[in-house]
């Protein structure tokens, strides 16, 4: 059976189509509507119609920014405003006459990488996206593990300060608040005064201003990840969006996770993804 994966991302929408050797036979990316739900619900419907004109036994996928809600069946916790509350997976089946897949970005993200990527020899993977926001993705022996509600795997929204940042989900403390790019942005500014984009700030380090975001910044890092690491214990940690460019995370940032896990054992892989930010389509293809 061949298959087709769709990634709906905040700028670029993009389809692949896969054969059953997960050879990439097409795709395709475009511009995704901004703030407009009827119209994402036909670009995405009119990309899977187009790569899927010359065959006829396939499966689709669809990765989405957040989570479908298990009471409701309606999407829950999106960056993508104008997904929440509405019944998405059941809107895109309709206009396809087609069961599909869906899931969230980290979970296709951890699944590309556990089955395609980096982390093809290791059975328990923890895939992390760390970018305008902080999230993650489960995977045992090949498989999603998605959790009773659907949140398994969603350590942005961890309390790593008690009474901390304010987040959008509408609680303090969240690790998203401390490690997402535009929190470590707010942070910069909120230290020196002035607004630099997270390259920039990264280029500006060699001052005790920049010496003093860096070590907050892996303070939070390390704390965060060995958390994870202390309640899940993974074979490995794939780090996954634009955060994951940042070299000092798997040296120095490392060493920040080991000097805080609860064993006298710390030596949990923690690597750079391979299929970059193909990921989310590859992992949604191997949702069936």
């Known amino acids: 059976m061949y298959k087709i994966g769709v990634d709906l991302g905040g700028t670029k929408t993009e389809s692949i189509l896969l054969d059953e050797?997960?050879?990439?036979?097409?795709?395709k990316?475009?511009?995704?509507?901004?703030?407009d739900y009827q119209e994402i619900v036909k670009t995405i419907s009119s990309l899977v119609l187009d790569i899927s004109k010359n065959i006829s036994d396939f499966s689709v996928g669809v990765c989405t920014p957040g989570t479908?809600?298990?009471?409701?069946?309606?999407?829950?916790?999106s960056n993508t405003q104008c997904l929440i509350g509405r019944s998405f997976k059941e809107d895109l089946e309709k206009n396809l006459g087609k069961k599909i897949s869906m899931e969230n970005d980290a979970n296709c993200f951890a699944m590309a990488e556990s089955t395609m990527g980096v982390a093809k020899k290791f059975n328990l993977v923890f895939g992390v996206i760390m970018g305008t926001g902080v999230g993650g993705g489960i995977v045992i022996d090949g498989k999603l593990h998605r959790g009773r509600t659907n949140i398994g795997g969603e350590w942005g929204h961890h309390t790593l300060h008690r009474n901390g940042n304010l987040c959008y989900c509408g609680k303090t403390g969240c690790t998203e608040t401390y490690i997402?790019?535009?929190?470590l942005e707010k942070r910069w500014t909120m230290l020196t005064g002035n607004s630099l984009s997270l390259p920039e700030i990264l280029s500006n380090l060699d001052s005790e201003i920049g010496q003093k975001w860096k070590d907050e910044f892996l303070e939070n890092f390390g704390y965060g990840l060995a958390n994870v690491i202390d309640i899940l214990d993974p074979d490995a940690i794939v780090l996954g969006g634009g955060l994951s460019n940042i070299d000092f995370l798997y040296t120095e940032g490392k060493q920040?996770?080991?000097?805080k896990?609860?064993?006298?054992?710390?030596?949990?892989?923690?690597?750079?993804?391979?299929?970059?930010?193909s990921a989310g389509v590859f992992g949604a293809?191997?949702?069936n």
């Open 21 to 27: 050797n997960l050879i990439v036979l097409e795709r």
């Open 29 to 35: 990316r475009i511009s995704t509507p901004q703030n």
């Open 68 to 77: 479908i809600s298990k009471q409701t069946g309606l999407i829950k916790n």
């Open 180 to 183: 997402s790019g535009p929190s």
């Open 256 to 259: 920040s996770v080991y000097s």
């Open 261 to 277: 896990v609860f064993s006298d054992l710390a030596d949990t892989p923690i690597i750079k993804n391979k299929l970059g930010d």
């Open 285 to 287: 293809a191997l949702l």
